[in-house]
């Protein structure tokens, strides 16, 4: 068995795309159009475009300047 090697500089990112997990995660949060929602790691935006449907605003945190700069040419 050959073990996987991990990048260099390994940053531990995970990204949600399942859109049954996101939607299920935002009922579960009870989140309404009354509330303001803190996104740390927004990573590609997968999550934060479906904040954006519910909450009254959302706050979209990313670390990763690649990351950063995607978000912004998406919202």
Known sequence: MTK????VRFTGQHF???KVL???AIRQANI???DTVLDIG???GFLTVHLLKIANN??????????VEHLRKLF
């Open 42 to 44: 927004a990573g590609k």
């Open 4 to 7: 996987k090697k991990l990048p």
């Open 32 to 34: 309404s159009n009354q």
């Open 22 to 24: 996101i939607k299920d």
């Open 16 to 18: 949600t795309i399942d």
């Open 58 to 67: 959302v706050v979209a945190i990313e670390n990763d300047t690649a990351l």
